[in-house]
């Protein structure tokens, strides 16, 4: 399994939507800036808002309105996606905001799997008339519509090719999961390279002196 990241814009033509819906959604958890980890769904109007910015991806995007229900259903479906990205990376170590509460492998897959089956379906009549009719089972949309979707994106992104390039970015400060473009990358975006130069460099000669 490997996922991939929007990081760099040059990149993310070479990333499907599932991709990047799922990447987006391990990537509400980052760095602060100021050396801690932030949550960008902390509250309902966090998620209200990241909803809202990605309307060609997610159902009725203009109008929804998160409540605690459906931040509670994103946020473990997420913890989830992320145990499955450290599990997809390995022998590789995780996102270092994970290394310390992920979950099970089969309690993160049980969350996946029934997350990606709270999208209800009903039967739907079709008859034309010039032809028998048919009937359709077709999606109910609903409060755990959003969940649904998400897991099903995620679901694509672990079965499809893309996940072979899924790493987590150990650079200083960094908690990113990007895929990685070419077989020398080790960064997720060249500011996480030049600050892991760094440090590198300060290691030795603190080690020299």
Not at 17 to 27: E, F, N, Q, T, Y
Not at 44 to 53: E, I, N, S
Not at 122 to 135: K, N, T
């Amino acid at each position: 399994m490997e996922f991939a990241a929007p990081i760099i814009s040059s990149m993310q033509a070479t990333i499907s939507g599932d991709a990047r819906l799922v990447l987006d959604l391990a990537l509400t958890i980052r760095h602060d800036g100021h050396g801690k980890v932030a949550d960008d769904l902390s509250d309902p109007a966090g998620l209200t808002a990241w909803v809202r910015a990605r309307p060609d991806a997610l159902p009725e995007a203009a109008g929804f309105v998160a409540d605690e229900a459906a931040l509670a259903a994103v946020r473990d479906l997420r913890a989830a996606v992320r145990a499955l990205f450290a599990r997809a990376v390995r022998p590789a170590e995780p996102s270092p905001a994970d290394a310390a509460r992920l979950l099970p492998l089969a309690e993160a897959v049980r969350r996946l799997n029934e997350a990606a089956a709270r999208t209800p379906t009903v039967p739907v009549l079709h008859w034309a008339e010039d032809a028998e009719p048919v009937v359709r089972h077709e999606a109910v949309r609903g409060g755990d519509e959003l969940t649904a979707v998400l897991a099903h994106a995620a679901i694509a992104f672990l079965d499809g090719p893309e996940r072979q390039r899924l790493r987590a970015c150990h650079a200083p400060r960094c908690v990113r999961y990007f895929l990685k473009e070419h077989p020398r990358q080790e960064w997720c975006k060249p500011s996480c390279g030049n600050r892991a130069r760094v440090a590198r460099h300060h290691e030795r000669h603190r080690r020299s002196a």
